[in-house]
């Protein structure tokens, strides 16, 4: 027995986290941990560090793209990110978020691209926003192709202005209520589990001991969660726009990157680097026939 138990198998077993696995950490009360990734060194950070589930964000189209919001980002530009994160993982389970405009159209336009995600990139789940504006039934639908589906309620960042920006969500007892029926409703729907994103920790006190058939994964949600999910960029302190209040940052990375290509600059100029370690060589044979056939320099 591990000192530190998980979800995921024990270390050096390569034995990809299942379904079942999430379902036995929620029962005995083990917080199952998720973090975003969206290329092949996150993908092994997340690996190699225990993680039980990882998730290729549409956050990606803000944190790796450069988008001001996650509405913009394209199928084939989340397929790319995703295919690298397959690449580098062996046990945590991949969920592929679906990108806005991927699934809202009917029901078969979001199998069609779940099955893309599912065949092109290797995903074992996807994650779609739900709520009052996806109807259940495209749940329903990819949950009958047989992929498994992770809904996501509260602050839905690919709908935020119709929530008035990325602020926290169900403040007040309607919206609260709003939220806890979604979260009920996508349960029923049959979603293995429920991303719950900026809402009162009251909010989630009430809510999670409902969702008894289904994994509540928080973020900015408070502790009563069955897990929590962080951005990869944003507990690494990779900078991308202003942080969320729920961040806590773990690492400096964007600081230390920063620091690295001025310090590699700075030697450059100076002619610091390259050194002679760096350089490779001729023997002196091959030299002096070399200098022989050149022209003179005049
Ligand atoms: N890097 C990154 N991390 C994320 O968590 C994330 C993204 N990007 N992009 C899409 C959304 C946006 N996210 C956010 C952003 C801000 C708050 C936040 O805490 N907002 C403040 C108020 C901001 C305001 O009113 O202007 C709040 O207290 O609700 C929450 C979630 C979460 N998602
Ligand atoms: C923060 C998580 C839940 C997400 O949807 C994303 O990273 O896109
Ligand atoms: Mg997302």
Redesign the pocket.
């Known amino acids: 027995m591990s000192s530190h138990p998980s979800t995921r198998p024990a270390p050096g077993d390569r034995r990809p986290v299942t379904l079942p696995d999430l379902a036995l950490a929620k029962a005995e009360g083990r917080p199952v941990v998720m973090v975003?990734a969206y290329d092949f060194p996150s993908a092994r950070a997340a690996e190699e560090a225990g993680v039980d589930v990882v998730l290729v964000?549409?956050?990606g189209?803000?944190?790796v793209l450069g988008l001001p919001?996650?509405v913009g980002v394209e199928v084939e530009e989340m397929l790319v990110l995703a295919r690298a994160v397959r690449r580098g993982l062996a046990a945590p389970l991949l969920v592929c978020d679906l990108p806005f405009g991927s699934y809202e159209a009917s029901d078969a336009q979001a199998v069609t691209t779940a099955v893309r995600f599912v065949k092109e990139a290797g995903a074992d789940a996807v994650k779609l926003e739900g709520g009052s504006i996806t109807p259940l039934s495209r749940v329903r639908a990819i949950l009958a192709a047989g992929i498994p589906v992770m809904g996501h309620v509260g602050?839905t960042?690919q709908t935020?202005t119709a929530l008035?920006?990325?602020?926290?969500q169900g403040r007040d007892a309607v919206t609260a209520r709003r939220i806890m029926d979604e979260a009920l409703a996508l349960q029923q729907a049959g979603c293995f589990s429920v991303v719950l994103?900026?809402v009162p920790s009251q909010l989630t006190e009430l809510l999670a001991p409902r969702l008894d058939d289904t994994l509540v994964i928080g973020?900015?949600a408070g502790p009563a969660t069955d897990g929590q999910v962080?951005?990869f960029?944003?507990l690494l302190g990779i900078r991308?726009?202003?942080?969320?209040?729920?961040?806590q940052r773990y690492a400096d990375l964007q600081d230390a990157m920063t620091a690295g290509v001025r310090a590699y600059a700075e030697d450059v100029r100076a002619r610091r680097y390259p050194g002679p370690e760096h350089g490779y060589s001729m023997s002196a044979d091959q030299l002096s026939a070399l200098r022989d056939d050149l022209p003179r320099v005049t």
């Open positions: 975003t964000g549409d956050s189209a803000m944190t919001s996650t602050l960042p935020a008035g920006g990325y602020r926290a994103e900026a973020i900015g962080l951005v960029h944003d991308e726009g202003r942080g969320a209040r729920f961040v």
